[in-house]
């Protein structure tokens, strides 16, 4: 049993600050619990006031009749601690306290918020917030809506956590527009206790949830944030709205009690390593979560357009170029004649098309068609797909995405065409939306479908020498590492060298390995490939192109993403059959990092002699470790 069941799963609620005014958040709250159809018991707590909501109150949590499982907590921040004291004497072991006032005002709210956490995890309880604007479990045994969110959507199999009470309450809000049905939600607030890893590890197990959405703007740990999803998006995606992605949403960020913010390109990597999807508005989150649910499906890259009207095609294809996915030309244009009927035949022959994998339907209105006959005969050629004959290991025509376009007024939200019990198709305001939706799936399909990969085995590597000739000469502060000494730890690994260190920019350089170790990633490994640059008839090599990284440790799999990002940032190298020596020199460096952690950081040019990597100089840092 999770130690969060209490939080989504309670049998009885107590709202401590319930007030009796309707316009007071304690009032807000409790009715909110009471309207939500709650299975459980929930009691208001006010010392005084005889009644809330023509509801009993009680002076005290210790006045409750009943064992508590989840205390929510709307009182003045200067009275927590007598009310933390009374959760402790009645035995609640879940409290969530939406009061401000501690981390998120100033440093004295800081050392409230620590000295409370302290004295509630000495009893054993577990917190959410402080600062937190609720949570909500939908399924039909719980129903709890203990949150400010003044519209709940339908359950559905889908959890969210945010970062920004606000914005949470807007991303309910839009759910319940657009009809997408959501299992748990959790405002997090200030994360002393309770954080977004946490409830991850809990979905994870939660048969409920089969979809994580999540608005970050910050991450506590962000190793252990990697190590979690890695292992949960093989079977349910994650989507991740990021926000303070640019050195003014950092600047805004910070003035909100945000931890230390990491390079953008650091985040890029560890959703990408660890099966993420990352969107850039809380729109695509939606956009891209409507396509996951619609049903049982396959993605690929090479896509075919069926439409009505040229127009629309045309920005339709210029987007799947954009996105990386392949247009299967010729765009099939139907015509206004017969216009249902042409969907209706046209959609089977294209899904039965071994060539496809996955087909954008684009609709534009034109005199007096009509809509609904379209719908229907979308949805009847998706049924007649769904009758073919499967052929084991082929991808099934109905396993292939549909994402439609139909370009009408007065409702630009994303709306559904049902197929049938398991299949809906997700009809789109605006094309480019179903592109993107479809690409985010796609690369997410890719994804589960890749070998995870493992850290591999490597021959003639002694880490154990390679940290003993470090620690000879590493300071405690850190200090650069003499090349002859550098020379001794790499062969260590085995890595060859030249005897000199050639200082600044090698021509000879056909690739660069840098490492460094960030405040809350820990240690990044980012490659640059040679760029080949003629100038006065001389061809040049630099290694100034755009780097490649990766969290460490490397898995081969991590390697291999490495090389081909580095060739997709440098298509000019001439590393062209070169890729197992590269792969190798990142894993024997990731190896020695992840076991001699005293490298703090290492900058080292590499060349190609007789197929091995030869490092023809550079730099390394490293540092003392204390135990």
């Given at each position: ?22 316009d007071r ?5 409790f009715?909110?619990?009471?309207n939500?159809d ?8 006010n010392?005084?006031?005889?009644s809330?909501?023509?509801v009993?109150a ?6 409750v009749?009943e064992?508590?499982?989840?205390a929510?907590i ?10 933390a004291?009374?959760v ?5 072991k ?7 006032g ?7 709210g ?5 000295e ?5 995890r ?10 937190s ?5 939908m399924d039909?045994?719980?129903?709890l ?8 959507p ?6 969210i956590?945010?970062h ?13 527009y657009?009809?997408?049905g ?12 309770v ?7 809990h ?8 979809m994580i ?10 190793r ?8 949960i998006?093989r079977?349910?995606p994650?989507?991740?709205?990021k ?9 805004v ?16 990597a560890?959703?990408?390593q ?20 619609a ?6 890259r090479?896509?075919a ?9 045309v920005m ?16 099939l244009?139907?015509?206004f ?10 959609l089977?022959?294209?899904l039965r098309?071994?060539?496809i ?39 099934h ?7 439609a376009?139909?370009?009408t ?13 398991e299949?809906?198709?997700?009809i789109?305001?605006?094309?480019e ?7 985010k ?6 994804y ?5 990969g ?5 021959s003639?590597?002694?880490?154990a020498r390679?940290?003993?000739?470090i620690?000879?000469?590493s ?6 590492i003499?090349?002859?000494t550098?020379r001794?730890a ?12 050639l200082?600044g920019?090698?021509m ?8 460094e170790?960030?405040?809350l990633?820990?240690?990044l ?24 990284v990766?969290?460490l ?7 291999r993403?490495l090389?081909g990002?580095?060739c997709?940032?440098?298509p000019?190298s001439?590393?062209e ?19 001699v952690d ?15 990597a ?14």
């Amino acid at each position: 049993m999770s130690s969060l069941d209490g939080f989504f799963h309670p049998k009885t609620v107590a709202v401590v600050g319930a007030s009796r005014g309707s316009d007071r958040l304690g009032h807000v709250l409790f009715r909110h619990i009471l309207n939500s159809d709650f299975r459980g018991t929930v009691y208001p707590v006010n010392p005084s006031a005889q009644s809330v909501a023509s509801v009993k109150a009680y002076p005290s949590l210790r006045d409750v009749p009943e064992p508590v499982d989840l205390a929510v907590i709307v009182v003045p921040a200067v009275q927590i601690l007598d009310v933390a004291k009374d959760v402790i004497e009645a035995g609640v072991k879940h409290v969530m306290i939406v009061s401000s006032g501690f981390s998120d005002m100033d440093p004295p709210g800081l050392e409230l918020e620590r000295e409370l956490l302290e004295l509630l995890r000495s009893a054993g309880c577990r917190l959410i917030g402080p600062n937190s604007l609720g949570l909500i479990q939908m399924d039909e045994e719980t129903r709890l809506n203990a949150s400010f969110a003044p519209k709940v959507p339908e359950y559905g199999r889908v959890a969210i956590a945010s970062h920004s009470g606000a914005l949470g309450i807007t991303i309910l809000d839009y759910a319940a527009y657009i009809q997408v049905g959501i299992s748990s939600f959790v405002s997090l607030g200030n994360r002393a206790d309770v954080s977004g890893n946490d409830l991850l590890e809990h979905w994870e197990s939660d048969p409920g949830v089969d979809m994580i959405l999540l608005y970050l703007e910050s991450f506590g740990n962000p190793r252990n944030f990697s190590r979690i999803t890695r292992r949960i998006t093989r079977t349910k995606p994650v989507l991740a709205v990021k926000s303070a992605r640019t050195p003014v949403g950092l600047d805004v960020a910070a003035t909100r009690t945000i931890a230390v913010a990491a390079e953008d390109a650091t985040v890029e990597a560890m959703f990408r390593q660890a099966g993420v999807i990352r969107v850039d508005t809380l729109q695509e989150l939606f956009d891209v979560a409507v396509l996951l649910g619609a049903g049982p499906i396959r993605a690929g890259r090479r896509v075919a357009v069926v439409t009505n009207t040229a127009g629309g095609a045309v920005m339709t294809v210029d987007r799947l170029v954009r996105e990386g996915l392949h247009f299967v030309s010729p765009v099939l244009n139907i015509g206004f004649e017969s216009l249902a009927e042409s969907y209706r035949v046209i959609l089977p022959q294209v899904l039965r098309d071994p060539s496809i994998d996955a087909v954008i339907v684009l609709f534009t209105p034109v005199g007096p068609t009509n809509e609904e006959a379209v719908r229907v005969a979308i949805s009847a050629a998706l049924c007649e797909v769904a009758n073919d004959p499967h052929v084991p290991g082929e991808k099934h025509p109905y396993e292939k995405p549909v994402v439609a376009n139909f370009l009408t007024t007065g409702d630009y939200r994303v709306r559904f065409l049902e197929v049938d019990s398991e299949r809906e198709i997700p009809i789109y305001p605006f094309p480019e939306q179903a592109v993107r939706a479809l690409a985010k799936v796609t690369a997410y399909h890719e994804y589960r479908e890749k070998d995870p990969g493992i850290i591999p085995e490597l021959s003639d590597i002694d880490t154990a020498r390679a940290r003993d000739v470090i620690d000879a000469v590493s300071g405690a502060d850190g200090r650069r590492i003499e090349w002859p000494t550098v020379r001794e730890a790499l062969g260590a690994i085995g890595i060859a060298s030249v005897p000199e260190e050639l200082p600044g920019v090698d021509m000879r350089a056909l690739f660069n390995v840098a490492i460094e170790t960030d405040p809350l990633f820990g240690p990044l490994l980012r490659l640059r490939l040679a760029t080949n640059a003629s100038g006065g008839g001389v061809i040049k090599r630099t290694t100034t192109s755009i780097p490649a990284v990766r969290l460490l440790p490397l898995t081969d799999a991590d390697a291999r993403g490495l090389w081909g990002e580095a060739c997709l940032n440098s298509p000019d190298s001439g590393l062209e059959g070169h890729e197992q020596t590269v792969i190798d020199t990142m894993l024997r460096l990731s190896q020695w990092v992840e076991d001699v952690d005293e490298v703090a950081k290492a900058d080292l040019l590499f060349t190609l002699e007789e197929g091995r990597a030869i490092c023809i100089g550079g730099e390394v840092e490293a540092v003392r470790k204390t135990v």
